[in-house]
């Protein structure tokens, strides 16, 4: 993970392509967010999927209830233990979504050219002629040629298990549609989108509150994924009520753009929010197609130069049922982390997919083939223009560090750090080396106990590109600028060798309080 590969801009032997990969201890600098379900929530295939280089856990309550959820949770933490992986929890809201309701969960065959009826559940059986669903509004949403789609757990573009609707006339509350394409639905939700339409639903609606106050909050989770975010209000009214919630007021919340509302309110909602998610399954939908990739792009450009994890969904859809991703979806994984998103989410590919944990090490692999040819040095010139001058006191640290270790071809960065901020300022600048932050845990007081804060910083930073954390123990001095082995410095060196990013003779990168000072210091290891 150094900076002596080549770069894309420079000229590249093509045999040297078919060179093998050096297998390094960090699968990629760019994380990986796996969606847990009936296909990864074992014990064994979740320590499988730790191992392969996931470190975020996603938890979709699209679907299952709380108790399925904390089984897979219980699951997770034995394997953390077993495989000695850190990884976070992510809560994922349902939010406005509409969904079709298939209790008896029949197949339904729909075809070509027939219309079919969109009617508020109360009870009626899903069939090719109806199609019950969880939102009584639609109808006074929709107007005749209007473009509604249909798809299991989500749309997929596959002209077999996804449908594409047009708006035929309004009755009362019911919607008739004509079906433009043939497709079987098999399950027991499918998720119903309308294209460019507002729907009047709450973005965290009662029953996402009910989940976040009984299973997020015992269960502390690192980030909320608030789904359909469209208005920087939305992330106010989350937060707000995460504040409420004792532990989860530390939980980040990552604004989930779905559609073009969102999209149109992005910049204050990015503002707003902790990161960001780009969902392009809906996204795709609600945009046409050749605008995809200029959002992708923009979206990636704003979250990097405010700092702010970026993460992008959708990428490798066909290793839902197949071993080998598409080409295509190779090249997408790839320009995703060469436009500077942090991490790659997982969802059927890993929830209901026949090959979670190949999914994972096949991303991992395109992540850190692409790594190793982003053009640093030109994004570093790039942040350091766009944030200007005078720059904050932790911004020209950061900054100074990364130029540091770039020019002394440092192995690895060590940054100390209480509240994440200022690893996250180092990550910002996207340094060709691992950053090992170290979080120093605090004593605080409730006034009835004491306790150590440090592990939700530790945990969060493992959505970060380039960011790997390490929580030290509070008996070790932080500030200690020697190497004995009192120093939490010693540890986190040898931390480094044993994990095999710092050998003998390396030059490491040291971002360290000293008093009421902030020190960049180069150490030059010895045998």
Same mark, same amino acid.
């Given at each position: 993970?150094?900076?002596?590969?080549?770069?894309?801009?420079?000229?590249?032997?093509?045999?040297?392509?078919?060179?093998?990969?050096?297998?390094?201890?960090?699968p990629?600098?760019?994380?990986?967010?796996?969606t847990l379900?009936p296909?990864? &929530?074992?014990?064994?295939a979740?320590?499988?999927?730790?191992?392969?280089?996931?470190?975020?856990? &996603?938890?979709?309550?699209?679907?299952?209830?709380a108790?399925?959820? =904390?089984?897979?949770l219980?699951?997770? +933490?034995?394997?953390?233990?077993?495989?000695?992986?850190?990884?976070?929890?992510?809560?994922?809201t349902?939010?406005?979504?509409?969904?079709? /309701?298939?209790?008896?969960?029949?197949?339904?065959?729909?075809?070509?050219?027939e219309?079919? /009826?969109?009617?508020?559940?109360?009870? =009626?059986?899903?069939s090719?002629?109806?199609?019950?669903?969880?939102?009584s509004?639609?109808?006074k949403?929709?107007?005749?040629?209007?473009t509604?789609?249909?798809?299991?757990?989500?749309?997929?573009g596959?002209?077999?298990?996804?449908?594409?609707?047009?708006?035929?006339?309004?009755?009362? *509350?019911d919607?008739v549609?004509?079906?433009?394409?043939s497709?079987?639905?098999?399950g027991?939700?499918?998720?119903?989108?309308?294209?460019?339409i507002?729907?009047?639903m709450?973005?965290?609606?009662?029953?996402?509150?009910?989940v976040?106050k009984?299973?997020?909050?015992?269960?502390k989770?690192?980030?909320?994924?608030?789904?359909?975010?469209r208005?920087?209000?939305?992330?106010?009214?989350?937060?707000e009520?995460?504040?409420?919630?004792?532990?989860?007021? =530390?939980?980040?919340?990552?604004?989930?753009?779905e559609n /073009?509302?969102?999209?149109?309110?992005?910049?204050?909602?990015?503002?707003?929010?902790?990161?960001?998610?780009l969902?392009?399954g809906?996204?795709?939908?609600?945009?046409?197609?050749?605008?995809v990739f200029?959002?992708?792009?923009?979206?990636?450009? +704003?979250?990097?130069?405010?700092g702010?994890?970026?993460v992008?969904?959708?990428?490798?859809d066909?290793?839902?049922?197949?071993?080998?991703?598409?080409?295509a979806?190779?090249?997408?994984?790839?320009?995703?982390?060469? *436009?500077?998103s942090d991490?790659?989410l997982?969802?059927?590919?890993?929830?209901r997919?026949?090959?979670?944990?190949?999914?994972?090490s096949?991303?991992?692999?395109?992540?850190?083939?692409?790594?190793?040819v982003f053009?640093?040095d030109l994004?570093?010139?790039?942040?350091?223009?766009?944030?200007?001058?005078p720059?904050?006191?932790?911004?020209?640290?950061?900054?100074?560090?990364? &130029?540091?270790?770039?020019?002394?071809k440092a192995?690895?960065?060590?940054?100390?750090?209480?509240?994440?901020r200022?690893?996250?300022?180092?990550?910002?600048?996207?340094?060709?080396?691992?950053?090992?932050?170290?979080?120093?845990?605090?004593?605080?007081?409730? =006034?009835?106990?004491?306790?150590f804060?440090?592990?939700?910083?530790?945990?969060?930073?493992?959505?970060?590109?380039?960011?790997f954390?390490?929580l030290? *123990?509070?008996?070790?001095?932080?500030?200690?600028?020697s190497?004995t082995?009192?120093?939490?410095?010693?540890?986190a060196l040898?931390?480094?060798?044993?994990?095999?990013?710092?050998?003998?003779?390396d030059?490491?990168?040291?971002?360290q309080?000293?008093g *009421?000072?902030?020190?960049?210091?180069?150490?030059?290891?010895?045998?």
């Open positions: 993970m150094h900076s002596t590969n080549l770069l894309l801009e420079e000229p590249i032997r093509m045999v040297s392509i078919l060179e093998p990969s050096k297998p390094n201890f960090f990629a600098m760019t994380k990986i967010v796996g379900g296909k990864s &929530r074992s014990v064994e979740i320590s499988a999927c730790l191992k392969a280089g996931m470190s975020v856990a &996603r938890f979709d309550f699209s679907w299952g209830d108790a399925y959820h =904390q089984e897979t219980e699951n997770l +933490k034995i394997a953390i233990k077993a495989t000695k992986k850190l990884c976070a929890v992510m809560l994922d349902v939010g406005p979504e509409l969904q079709v /309701v298939n209790k008896s969960e029949v197949t339904i065959s729909l075809e070509e050219n219309s079919v /009826v969109l009617t508020p559940h109360k009870g =009626q059986e899903a090719s002629k109806l199609l019950p669903i969880n939102f509004g639609l109808a949403a929709v107007k005749p040629g209007a509604i789609f249909v798809g299991q757990y989500l749309f997929t596959s002209e077999t298990t996804s449908v594409w609707l047009e708006v035929s006339e309004v009755q009362g *509350d919607v549609c004509v079906i433009k394409n497709a079987t639905l098999a027991s939700l499918f998720t119903l989108h309308c294209s460019q507002h729907i009047d709450p973005t965290l609606s009662d029953e996402d509150k009910d976040m009984k299973w997020g909050a015992p269960n989770i690192d980030f909320l994924s608030l789904s359909y975010t208005h920087a209000e939305d992330v106010r009214q989350a937060r009520f995460l504040s409420k919630l004792g532990d989860l007021s =530390q939980t980040l919340i990552f604004a989930k753009i /073009v509302e969102g999209l149109n309110h992005f910049d204050e909602i990015l503002e707003e929010a902790d990161g960001i998610i969902s392009r809906n996204l795709g939908i609600d945009l046409p197609p050749e605008k200029l959002f992708q792009k923009s979206a990636l450009h +704003k979250c990097n130069m405010a702010k994890p970026a992008v969904t959708r990428v490798v066909s290793m839902t049922d197949n071993l080998r991703p598409t080409r979806e190779a090249t997408d994984v790839a320009n995703a982390v060469l *436009d500077g991490a790659i997982l969802g059927a590919e890993t929830l997919g026949l090959y979670p944990v190949e999914t994972i096949t991303v991992g692999r395109i992540c850190a083939e692409a790594e190793k053009n640093q994004y570093f010139k790039r942040t350091v223009k766009y944030v200007g001058e720059m904050t006191h932790l911004e020209s640290i950061a900054s100074s560090a990364v &130029r540091a270790a770039i020019k002394v192995s690895v960065i060590i940054c100390f750090t209480s509240s994440g200022a690893a996250r300022l180092i990550a910002k600048y996207r340094p060709t080396m691992p950053v090992l932050s170290v979080v120093i845990p605090r004593l605080k007081t409730n =006034q009835l106990k004491w306790s804060t440090g592990a939700f910083e530790a945990r969060q930073s493992l959505i970060v590109r380039g960011l954390p390490m030290a *123990d509070p008996r070790h001095p932080a500030e200690s600028t190497t082995n009192e120093s939490v410095l010693k540890v040898d931390h480094g060798k044993a994990s095999g990013v710092i050998k003998s003779h030059r490491v990168v040291v971002c309080k000293v *009421d000072s902030s020190v960049v210091k180069i150490i030059e290891l010895d045998d």
